[in-house]
C-alpha cells in the first residue's frame, strides 16, 4: 500500500511560481505512471501532466511550456514545478501514482490571485 502526501500549495500573485511535492510512504520506483491532476471549483477533474517510468512525459495544452513534472526515486517524492502561473490555474492539485492499482493523494489547494 502506497500513500501519497501533496504539499506545496498556496496563494501566489498571477505571474508567479509554485512547487508542488507529492511524497510516498513506499517506494514509488516501481510505479509505472505518475501525474498530476487539477479540479477547479464546478469543473471535472483533468490531467495536468503525466510521467512515464521511462522518462517520457505528457502535459495539457494549458500547461505547456509552464510546467514541469518531475520525479526522484531516491526521495520517493514526484514534482510539479509551476511558473508563469495564471488565475484559470487555481484549483485543488492532486497527484496520483500507477502500479497495479492507482493511488491517490489528497489534494494541495492552489489560488492565483492578485
Known amino acids: 500500500q502506497v500513500q501519497l502526501v501533496e504539499s506545496g500549495g498556496g496563494l501566489v500573485q498571477p505571474g508567479g511560481s509554485l512547487r508542488l511535492s507529492c511524497a510516498a510512504s513506499g517506494s514509488i520506483f516501481s510505479m509505472n505512471t505518475m501525474a498530476w491532476h487539477r479540479q477547479a471549483p464546478g469543473k471535472q477533474r483533468e490531467l495536468v501532466a503525466r510521467?512515464?517510468?521511462?522518462?517520457?512525459?505528457v502535459y495539457a495544452d494549458s500547461v505547456k511550456g509552464r510546467f514541469t513534472i518531475s520525479r526522484d526515486n531516491t526521495k520517493n517524492t514526484m514534482y510539479l514545478q509551476m511558473n508563469s502561473l495564471k488565475p484559470e490555474d487555481t484549483a485543488v492539485y492532486y497527484c496520483?501514482?500507477?502500479?497495479?492499482?492507482?493511488?491517490w493523494g489528497q489534494g494541495t489547494q492552489v489560488t492565483v490571485s492578485s
Open positions: 496520483s501514482a500507477f502500479s497495479t492499482q492507482t493511488y
Open positions: 510521467l512515464l517510468i521511462g522518462g517520457s512525459t
